[in-house]
């Protein structure tokens, strides 16, 4: 996010407006560093999984962490989705897929006492947007929506389909809790206006919401009776492109039979020994480095050694792009995976070409990571032969 000047097109009119851009960076550099320490306890806690295979108990307390370390990690991206200036990669997606991931995700919490009712059409669905976002704006749907109905009985419609001109995409989701009054619904779509109590909500859900649905054209508007329905009515512009595939996912093959040797790059302690323990537990041989000039030291002493790097993005002195670059001119093709906490397109782009092979958000999963290893591997053997 570049600083306002007053050559900047975008700069704020007025003090309000440089007020929230001020809050807006420093919500997003909180919650990066939130992601950097949830990255933290939700890997340490599920490499601790593994190794309770047997014991209930400390079963139950870590699976109780990871559950409170996913929240919080929903909640950095909330915050980050809100007071994010940059644009995040976009691509055609099908949100016939999109809904039947949120199904999956809904399965856990919603009580049998509410009817889900999920409609889509026959034919593909496609929008221009982010896969992620789009899942989260349906999701904080859905949660409000389930949140709304509580204990009670009542019925949760997601439905999906195209308008008459077939320009755009419409998606409805609907439920039969209380209702919104008339003096409430201009609010709702305000950050951080909650009528729950508080810890209950933050306010964000809404917001969140509407800026995914304006930053990828479309329109959001909520309409209710009390005491009979409420409904969150969205278009989007249908998109005639057909949805990108999906990478393919990693065969055997791609798995490393004899020990590849990663070296790990962080300049913080903790990143480093988890990194350390997961890729022992994946199978990896592992070498350290604090910082990009000791990684460079070590990949020029031993030029061959090294079948992939794994290195932390925001690093004091040298980053991690910046090793990229570095390496490039040593050993032209060695997989590079880059860990972040940022998730921007037109970095994204700007990476690949720099020789990053797989970029990995924080907080990440230790399928995620092994994933991203198998397919930097992969991609660095195509480009061996
Ligand atoms: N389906 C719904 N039925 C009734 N009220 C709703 C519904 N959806 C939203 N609201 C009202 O709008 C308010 C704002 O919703 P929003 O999702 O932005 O925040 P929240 O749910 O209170 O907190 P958060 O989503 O951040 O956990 C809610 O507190 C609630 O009063
Ligand atoms: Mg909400």
Redesign the pocket.
Known sequence: MSEPSSLDPNAPENCSDEKLLILGKLSRGIAHDLKNLLAGVQGNTELALREFKNEKLARKALTNVMLAARSAHELTE?ISAYSRHDNIPHKVLDLRETIASVERLLEGFVSPSVNLRISVPDSPACVVANPSQMQQLIM??C???L??IGSKEGELCVTLGIDDTGANITLEVS?T????SAE?LPR??DPY????ELG????????V?QKIVQDSGGDIQ?A?IVGKR?T?SITLPHSDEAPEPEAPLPTPEDFPEDKKAILLVDDEPIMRGLGMDILHTLGYRVSVAENGSEALEMIKRHPDYFDVILSDSKMPEMSGPELAEQLYSIRPGLPFILVTAFNDASTEARLKELGVTEIVQKPFLIENLSRALSNALAQGKQSAS
Not at 193 to 196: C, G, I, Q, R
Not at 200 to 207: I, K, N, P, R
Request: overall charge neutral; charged content about 5%.
């Open positions: 909330q904080n749907l949660q409000n929506a949140q709304a439920d809790g209380p209702g919104i409430i709702i779509f206006f909650t009528t729950k209950l909500g933050t306010g964000l859900g809404l917001a919401a909520a209710s409420t969150f």
